[in-house]
């Protein structure tokens, strides 16, 4: 049987995702006009350096890599060589629970961060790097360290189809089907093993739309911003940024239990619109204190076109 691909994806899709999407680099070098030059915006930091060895200085060192400590102690002037990584460790946390299949416009929030990840984990792979994550649901958590092989990409992306495959207009909110669950915050769990898997210089990027921040998650953002590149990718779609109109009256359900909702009076209004916006605002706070960027996606179009322009490649993407 067939599926609508603006809800639901397969892995096939998410395969060719890569070749469309070559034009785009994780790396530090970024075109003018990507979102990660932006004002608020950490640069990243690309791969790290490891110590090679303590030699005499030679004609045409650099005098900046001078240890000054051991030239002092011998006489002879010395420097610490040092080589770059040969590759770096990413790390890409894909939100699929129940909140994220949402979409008033055109894609579930769901589709448009399993596309994002998939084109964040061919490039993170042909940049050289090795590439992990973290495909999160309602009630299970699928866990892959972090390798340079095309093994470890393939296995990613059958995670997000099959954490995606399990979202249905039937379930509610921790009830996808998945075994092991997982107690607790979700989101604070999901973040929690990011902080144990991630050694230094890794790089980081969260797929989501963010539901169950609270004030634990600033303390694991920061952890994991301190010593990486962290990049978060906040999925939203419209109708969730969108005031209320005053005089609505409806029904709202979960399948079980139901409440009147009326906008009529403004101090409702008002706490429903503090409610929704509440949680960004914290994020976009954490993300100037920290130093990280919060990349904006929605449902309106694929995740391709819009990275694409995010990054610096406006008319790139067809």
Known sequence: MTHDPRIHI????LRRLGPQSRALSLLPRQPARSVLNGRHASRLRGRGLNFEELRG????????SIDWKVTARTGEPHVRIYTEERDRPALLLVDQR???FFGSRVYMKSVIAAEAAAIAAHRVLGQG????GIVFGDTAIAEHKPQRRPNALHRLLS???DANALLHAAN????????NDVQGDVLNDVLRAAVRIASTNTLIAVFSDFD???YKSEALLRRLARANDLILFHVADKAASASLPANLRMTVSDGTMQAELDTSHADTRARLDAAIGGRLDDLFAWSRKYAFPVVPLGTETPALSQMMRLFGHAGAAR
Do not use: C, F, K, N
């Open 10 to 13: 397969d892995a096939a899709h």
């Open 57 to 64: 200085y030679l004609p045409g060192d650099d005098v900046r």
């Open 98 to 100: 129940m909140s994220m």
């Open 129 to 132: 790097d090795r590439i992990g």
């Open 159 to 161: 995670s997000i189809t």
């Open 172 to 179: 509610r909110d921790g009830e996808t089907g998945a075994q």
């Open 212 to 214: 169950g921040l609270d």
